[in-house]
């Protein structure tokens, strides 16, 4: 796997950095950036020795490779650690799909983290094995990391929680801020669904659903820990974090969930209680 | 002074906001966005009879009153003060004068903290007296604030100094990123100033030219601190650190200049050593 470095910028004796790779699952050129700490690393080069865990994250609806680095603060969170965080786009890029780049919630942006069915996005949006695969090679053959933990935000943490449940033993340690925990029941999923894997097999639909793989047995033997504002404009309709609750009480998955008062979906909420996740990752390597 | 709230996001037990307000000094509305600290803040409503300090913050060429209070961080850091920051937009907006949407680095978004004399921008580009008597005005009688200190990235780290050399008592601390130290010497500073000033008298220049200002006997009985990267891209040509740090030493004018080894122009530069900024503000209320 060769990856090409866009930029970088050090950052708490740390890099920040920007890369690009042809991807063999999504047949387009797709980025991430990652955060790595390092005290020696004023070459600009990646510092393979010392870093031996990495959490990936995974951003929400309208987000790219750049947001979560550059809002959430997470280097002075790993600064001191042997961890390092690596962040994909959301979507390939670059297609002209049909109703591609009509709507935020959709196509690019909004790639839910499927393997989609339909007629040209079958072709491309294959994100779940993105990550699952590809995501987890650069990591191992170009950083050297042989740990992985996953969270998201959002769509992203949708994204989390299919592919920590599905992947219990790739990913050590599971969360989510904001999470859509049942998209087969929620506008933007059902849309993204229907897009992605049409409306004729609806039992595929569940696999990439956290809260039905739950109901079907699907389980971590470790504790999932959720954030959740209270004031987050998208939980009632969107979210619905409650029935991914009710089912994980059923079927005996524990989670951690903390509905926090007065918070809302944005980056503010995420960058308050991020250090309480990256401790949660960190103690689990 | 009426101003509006626009967005509340709650933030690290406090509340960042966004605002806007009929400005009598720019004759437009004029947004900013805050931080305020407020264990107590689940109302939504801005605390006022805690926070006792404000860190003006002024942001660079391209920025808004949103690039800073979304990527610095600097929630985590005034979390339990009794200080808030407030960063004012970086120019006027909704005009059509000439050449004002032109370039990034004259007209809109490109304020440089200047009062303008030229036809047009006379009207509207003042914003050295928006900053000096309005954002502070704001400060005062919204948020009942009483001790004001400023600090700033690039060309808001010019507008710091200059605002802070001239005005030592309203601005009890400077501190700045990255600044344009010499503006009559160099492309960025050379370009607006011929825009808001006019090429005619050149003496203008030096009164918004934190350089020249120490030059002609202006100074400070405190410490300025400045935080520079010596991997930034704009160092040789734009900033010209040296000749303020020059000067300075001729004046007699304290100054703690960090150079950084590796660090570039970035809001990850800024985020790196916020901290210590911050405190350096803190300690000096």
Redesign the interface.
């Known amino acids: 796997m060769s990856i090409s470095l866009i930029k970088s ?5 740390g890099l ?1 950095s920007f890369y690009q790779h042809d991807s063999s699952v999504t047949k387009t050129i797709m980025k991430f950036s990652t955060f790595i700490p390092n005290k020696e ?2 070459d ?1 080069k990646a510092p393979k020795s010392k870093i031996k865990n990495a959490i990936i994250w995974l951003s929400g609806l309208t987000c790219t490779e750049e947001n979560f680095i ?2 959430s ?1 997470i ?2 969170l790993l600064k001191d650690s042997d961890t390092m965080v690596i962040c994909p786009d959301t979507s390939p890029r670059g297609l002209q799909l049909a109703n591609e780049h009509d709507s935020y919630d959709f196509g690019s942006g909004a790639g839910f983290y499927i393997n989609a069915t339909t007629n040209g996005y079958c072709e491309h949006y294959n994100t779940y094995d993105y990550i699952v695969s590809e995501i987890t090679d650069v990591l191992k053959n170009n950083f050297d990391v042989v740990n992985y933990s996953i969270m998201g935000h959002s769509m992203g943490g949708h994204g989390a929680l299919v592919l920590g449940l599905r992947n219990p033993q790739l990913f050590k340690t599971v969360s989510a801020f904001s999470p859509i925990v049942n998209p087969t029941r929620c506008p933007w999923g059902q849309k993204a669904f229907a897009g992605y894997l049409g409306n004729k097999n609806k039992d595929d639909w569940c696999k990439f659903d956290a809260t039905e793989i739950i109901k079907a047995g699907g389980a971590r033997s470790d504790t999932i820990l959720i954030d959740q ?1 209270l ?1 987050d404009e998208f939980l009632q309709e969107q979210l619905l974090t409650q029935n991914f609750s009710d089912a994980c009480e059923e079927q005996g998955q524990q989670i951690r969930l903390n509905y926090r ?4 979906h ?4 995420i ?2 209680f991020l250090k309480e996740h990256v401790e949660f990752h960190l103690n689990n390597f």
Chains 1, 2 share one sequence.
């Open positions: 910028h050090k950052s708490f004796d920040t690393c004023s600009k550059a809002k603060g280097q002075n504002g004031d008062e007065g918070y809302d944005s980056y503010y909420f960058a308050t």
